[in-house]
């Protein structure tokens, strides 16, 4: 199964450590200065799409080096546990197969004794048999009307994959119908997804793995009254609620029909599930095909990922990119940076992606880690980030690695506009690489015809030290297809992390002390109960209660 080492054992560790005092004083700029093959020497492509690493501090040996260190991790193993269904999420005893949700292939995979991939096939029949009716028209809401409105009802995995998807490829959104979201417990979000909906033409879909995540079940139960309100006949349930989940089982009990129980397993991880019937919401909106199209463009990249060497292998070299980062510069965040405003969700995305899974400080011996593990992730949007943040990634005290994602070209081609965007993509990637030194500060004041004493106060000011990594990932378009490949590229390089950190990525344990303590604290809310917590606790408790109006 995976190995169980720490990567601070190893042999290529030390390596490591010793490179990275060569590598560290070692300045971007005259890097490239020295070498004009470096772009093309660290450019690497996945079908259409060019991730290049040129920008990173890295050298030859760094990459030589880090893949001995994956190698040393039996990464390649691993790799292949996760493909044939090897329960590697150990704590839970579990397989991981999100990528037998988008195996379009004739062979087998087999998961005690039985091949999945008919069950696969079944929901995604189901899946396109519902999306069909319910474009068609043929699905009719309690009076008869067609559906014009779907609500998911989810949280976590069952929220930002769908959403995000749904932003990205708002452009191949189908006309007849609409996709909204509620995900959150405070009421304001069920309230103002409600404001605007006639229950006869809205369909809800109820999206949890576990159909008992309190905030979902919260707003389900919401909408569930709000609906009934105006059709007074719990038998209309059926036609207006649909639910994506293992348990089958809370899902019935919710009045939710047998046949509109999309299912799904627990050999999908919630992060990892938009593949699954939980992606429901997506081929509503986008229709089944565009949906397909997604999955496939995921499964390219599984066989990139499963079948290409370490060296070559995107999803791989990002994930130690990460490890490089993080265990020998000591960066603690990460930044995701995409030039398109369809990717706007991405960061929110990857933020569970990457630190639900690899948030973690014990390794898969139970013992507490002896080096970092997953970086904060954040980001926005450009060209919108370079006027809030942009600023400390330039001439702040930490060092940000960031990862910029951009189209080549526009799905909207208005004007000047795309040129205009990756304009600024390259020229932050440029300047966060180059910087400027005293020197260029003091000659552009000077040419301005500034004072040598004001040129003196100034000119530290406008000193970018640079040598600031960043990664440039670009593709022609984004697709569905396209969308689907990075979506799974950073799917894997969220595994590959865990496997060098030594840590198991597919479970969340941290969330449950929070959930556990709110369903004690909510009782005593409704109760009225005392309050036996620590006095800030008691205190924040008693001004709620004390404030809540009659
Ligand atoms: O945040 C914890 C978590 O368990 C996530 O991993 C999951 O995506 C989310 O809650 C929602 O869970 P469910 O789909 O079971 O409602």
Redesign the pocket.
Known sequence: MLKNYSPAQTKSWEKLQLHFTEVAPLHLRDLFAQDPERFQKFSFYFEDTLVDLSKNRITEETLQLLVGLAEEMELPAAIESMFIGKPINATENRAVLHTALRNFTDKEVMLEGENILDEVRDVQQQMKNFCNQLHSGEWKGYTGKRIEHVVNI??????LGPQMVCEALKKYQLESIEVSFISNVDGSDAAEVLRKLNPETTLFII???????KE?ITNAHTARTWFLQTANDESHIQKHFVALSTNKTEAAKFGIAPENIFRFWDWV???F?LWSA?GLPIACALGYDKFEELLRGAEAMDKHFRDTPLQQNVPVLLALLSSWYTNFFGAQAHAILPYNQYLRLLPEFLQ?LLM?SNGKSTDRNGKAVTYSTQPVIWGAAGTNGQHSFFQLIHQGTSLIPADFIAAANSNNPIGQHQPLLLSNFFAQTEALMKGKTLEEAEAELRKKGLSETEIAQLAPHKVFEGNKPTTSIMFPKLTPYVLGSLLAMYEHQTFVQGVIWNIYSFD?WG?ELGKELAGTIEKELLEAKQATHDSSTNGLIAYYTSHLAD
Do not use: N
Request: aromatic share 4%; glycine share 22%; proline share 0%.
């Open positions: 989810g949280i976590g995995g069952s929220h999206a949890s793995k576990t159909f008992t995540t979902t991880g919630g992060r599930s939980i569970q639900e969340q969330v």
